[in-house]
């Protein structure tokens, strides 16, 4: 009766030790309660194989799976962070089972340099990113049928047609064969840009330089570079150019007047008259003594509506004269002796500063 079956639930207590062992910490910890003590954590080796493995040692029946299978499988099948499974991978020396991430055999590297690399790409299983890096890596030059190597005949024409008729001739592109004549020291003896005549020049200055470009046929660079080294200033499509003739009407036209002939802003005018310093126009005409004379018996805005003029310029002439300025006489407030309001005597002032009551009596 003292022997109890193992196999009965319940009773693991008294199972042997191998058993113990089996049980997870959370099930040691409540059959032993406060006098479990857990054994020591298994630190972390990140050179060993890192990830969440723990630094566990790889046995052989795991080391045979890679290379088999992609690492993200290998590593979700044996329980291994990817990074682990790709470092011992690559300390074995085993190819990567994706095809553009595995190393380059002897034999494939003997293509590059002598296939195009898009026929190296589809031979290898490597992608034609991955091919043309290391061809690039390896200092070889590109194969392509399309880029044929210059013939002597070829070279012959460069120089005496322009580049676009060589191109049609030898059916390359007008770029290559102008790299082709730059890389043989050919100088552009045909679409180089005519020389400037004096009519041509005449018209910089006169309009913008996109307009006076489309106008003579030639790159808005161009006109701006012959602009500048003749010194002609810009025109801009913003702000008015004054002209010689404009200039003589300042002296003879009022600033209103010449804003609104022009069709010009009035800040516009004012300040190119503050420019040429003219300011004796008619618009500021002399005073006369019939309007000296009033100044100060009215208000200076009255007056300047009566005058025809600002009343800035009233004041200013005011001053000028030391007028004084306009003032209105307050009108009296004080009622008729005797009368009262509300019944009440009214109050008023007397000499002396003092108060006498009226009541009317």
């Given amino acids: 009766m003292s022997d109890q079956d193992p196999s009965v639930p319940g009773k693991q207590e008294n ?10 910490s959370r099930e040691k910890k409540r059959l032993l309660g406060h006098a479990y ?15 969440t493995d723990g630094g566990q040692e790889w046995t052989l029946a795991e080391m045979e799976l890679l290379g088999k299978v992609a690492d993200e499988e290998a ?24 095809p553009w991430s595995r190393p380059w055999t002897e034999e494939e590297l003997r293509m590059l340099g002598k296939l195009p690399d898009a026929e190296v790409a589809r031979r290898t299983g490597h992608s034609a990113r991955a091919t043309r890096v290391k061809r690039c890596q390896l200092g070889l030059a590109k194969v392509d049928p399309e880029c044929r190597p210059w013939t002597p005949d070829e070279d012959a024409l460069l120089g005496r047609f322009a580049d676009k008729v060589v191109a049609q001739l030898t059916k390359r592109t007008p770029a290559g064969v ?16 005519p020389d400037w005549t004096p009519a041509e020049e005449k018209l910089l200055g006169t309009a913008p330089d996109d307009e ?11 006109v701006q570079m012959r602009r500048l080294k003749l010194g002609i200033p810009f025109k801009s499509r913003c702000r008015h150019h004054w002209t010689p003739e404009e200039d003589d009407l300042f002296a003879t036209v009022s ?39 009033l100044l100060g018996t009215r208000p200076d805005a009255e007056l300047a509506r009566k005058f025809h003029r600002t009343e800035f310029a009233v004041a200013t002439r005011r001053r000028e004269l030391q007028v004084p300025v ?29 108060w006498r009551v009226e009541d009317g009596r």
Avoid: H
Avoid at 38 to 45: Q, S
Avoid at 212 to 222: F, G, I, N, S, Y
Avoid at 273 to 290: D, F, M, P
């Fill in 37 to 51: 003590r857990p054994g020591p954590r298994v630190k972390r080796n990140r050179r060993s194989g890192g990830g």
């Fill in 15 to 24: 199972a042997g030790p191998d058993s113990f062992s089996q049980l997870s």
């Fill in 326 to 354: 306009f003032k209105r006489k307050a009108k009296s407030r004080q009622q008729p002796s005797g009368q009262t309001l509300g019944g009440k005597p009214q109050p008023k002032r007397m000499e002396g500063g003092r």
């Fill in 255 to 293: 600033t209103p007047v010449l804003a609104e002939r022009l069709g010009v802003s009035l800040s516009a005018v004012v300040s190119r008259r503050s420019i040429l310093g003219v300011y004796g126009t008619n618009q500021c005409r002399k005073w006369e003594a019939k309007e000296e004379s």
């Fill in 212 to 222: 006076v470009a489309a106008q003579l046929k030639r790159t808005k660079l161009a």
């Fill in 75 to 98: 590593a979700r099948l044996l329980r291994r962070s990817r990074l682990s499974v790709r470092s011992k991978r690559r300390k074995l020396g085993i190819r990567s089972f994706v």
């Fill in 178 to 193: 102008r790299g082709r004549r730059s890389f043989l020291g050919l100088g552009d003896l045909f679409d180089r840009n």
